[in-house]
């Protein structure tokens, strides 16, 4: 069995769960490529309905969360208590932690990724996603991130923090929206370094991988490339006067 094949069979192993045991079921924290694997075995879950849910709208890290489809409920109330946040907070005087300052506190620690969804970081610390079960043993045991002592409270997900984007408009033209032609201005790559990435697994379009640099891309699309960052597609309108498309690009930075 592959490792996408054991992935699959876990996602559905939580589907069978939920349609014979008529009660909502949920997998862990999946990546974009375990999100996609979800979404496809999602949609021929016969007496389920399916949804992915990472705690807030731009979620990178996400849940497959189940549902038996003739129960009479929302989404809200499916996901009620599914998720806490760990609020972690610095000293008044400390640098600045990074993501990968405070996941690499977490891994060492012991945690499993699939436990832990998005690590919003702030100037003055962290809110991170988790699951409910790991909520104790982190606020007894997670007392340093780098070198930095901190402390931690958990909070509800209704009070999650999220850090103001910072962020830039690209305005540029293109033979096609296709993908690979977004993902190049983008992130200002070449053509083919683009399309090898798509090909790679490293982008997602709205939460979930694609794989197809040919992939038509739509207005308001969310496009994350691993190890570039995040830009939408806010625009597409017009023709330069070689026939080229103008759009307009917001990238985080």
Excluded: W
């Excluded at 891994?107 to 699939?114: H, S, V």
Aim: aromatic share 4%.
């Amino acid at each position: 069995m592959t490792k996408d094949e054991l992935i699959t069979a876990k996602i559905e192993d939580r589907i069978a769960q939920c349609r014979d045991g008529y009660y909502v079921t949920s997998t862990g924290f999946l990546d974009t490529h375990e999100q996609a694997l979800a979404v496809a075995a999602g949609r021929h879950a016969a007496g389920v309905r399916t949804f992915m849910y990472g705690g807030y709208d731009d979620a990178e890290r996400r849940m497959l969360v189940c549902v038996p489809r003739d129960i009479p409920m929302g989404d809200e109330e499916a996901t009620e208590g599914l998720l806490t946040v760990l609020r972690v907070k610095l000293p008044a005087i400390s640098r600045e932690l990074s993501h990968r300052d405070y996941l690499g506190s977490l891994l060492g620690l012991g945690i499993e990724r699939r436990l832990t969804g998005d690590i919003l970081v702030r100037s003055d610390g962290a809110d991170i996603l988790i699951v409910p079960g790991i909520a104790e043993f982190l606020l007894n045991e997670l007392h340093r991130v780098g070198s930095v002592e901190v402390k931690t409270e958990t909070a509800p997900v209704e009070t999650l923090i999220v850090p103001e984007a910072r962020t830039e408009y690209i305005r540029d033209s293109v033979s096609s929206i296709r993908l690979d032609s977004i993902i190049s201005s983008a992130f200002r790559l070449s053509r083919g370094k683009a399309s090898e990435a798509i090909r790679k697994g490293l982008v997602s379009v709205d939460h979930v991988e694609c794989l197809k640099p040919d992939a038509a891309v739509n207005e308001g699309a969310s496009l994350v490339m691993k190890g570039k960052g995040k830009a939408v597609l806010e625009g597409t309108g017009g023709e330069s006067k070689k026939g080229r498309i103008r759009i307009i690009i917001k990238k985080y930075i």
